[in-house]
């Protein structure tokens, strides 16, 4: 049995207690989805509800956090697999389901930021939208423009009130050619990054850069 | 006095200006070809399906994002 306190040492005095309580949604279990779960999860936050209906393929190995061995498994339960072996305190819902208007407010009515980390553009687009209608006033951060490699410096996070969008807005799939592990892995931690900021921002009373 | 001709913004580019625009002509005249979009007019959202019926007031900020595949 691992000792909750000394597992949860060390940890940010006033945010970590924030991140402990939120529940964050992720739609999308793949490149982005299973690294803004993985780096929300050693953060701290409290809960994570992730969606996704797809299983786990040789291709994705490039820029997904699974394993040969998980090969065929539905991705959200191989997520939640991955995460249960550092994290044994994160609650994680995992849904084998395709997103969909009809179920959005079922799925990620209760959370407190919602993170887009789609592949199609279209449910992308179809998320965005159902999320900004549905609930103005909570956040939501999503990706577009990650792929290739290098070109750092074009990586951002574009903001319209509650809406934020992490990437170049403009490089786009090459045919036949996987976003690559690096940049996916930049943009998906910034836009968990965000997500921790955004719960705990840093002007509030005794919080700091730290 | 020399008036401004009448502007709007599009992503911070500066367009002409007349009655009856409405977004679909601003993606025409920024010849944005991208099909999947989150368009705001004065910082409110228009649906989907409301591009050609939603009208661009004068001087309106409009925010076009664009939606790429990849994840």
Known sequence: M?????????????????????VIGIAGAGGLGSIVASSLARAGIGKIIIADFDTVSL?????????????????????????AGFN????????????????IETLFGGC?????????ADQKEMLIHKWMENYPAKPIIGASGISGYGNNESISIHRYDKLYIVGDLQSKLEDGISPI?????????????????????????????? | MIMDKPSFIVNGHKLPWQEGLVVRDALTMMTYTFKMLVIKVNGKLVKKGDYDST????NAEVEVIHLISGG
């Open chain 1, 2 to 22: 691992i000792d909750r306190e000394a597992y949860f040492s060390k940890r940010h005095p006033i945010a970590f207690p924030i991140w402990q309580r939120a």
């Open chain 1, 59 to 83: 291709e994705n190995l490039n820029r997904q956090q699974f394993t040969l061995q998980q090969i065929g498994e539905a991705k959200v339960h191989a997520l939640a697999s991955n995460i």
């Open chain 2, 55 to 58: 009208p661009i007031p004068l």
């Open chain 1, 112 to 120: 407190d930021i919602m993170i887009e980390a789609f592949d199609d």
């Open chain 1, 181 to 210: 592990a690096t940049r996916v892995a930049i943009i998906a931690n910034m836009q968990a990054n965000l997500a921790l900021e955004l719960l705990a921002p840093h002007n509030q009373e005794g919080n700091d850069n730290g």
């Open chain 1, 88 to 103: 044994p305190f994160i609650i994680i819902e995992p849904h084998l389901v395709k997103v969909t208007p009809a179920n």
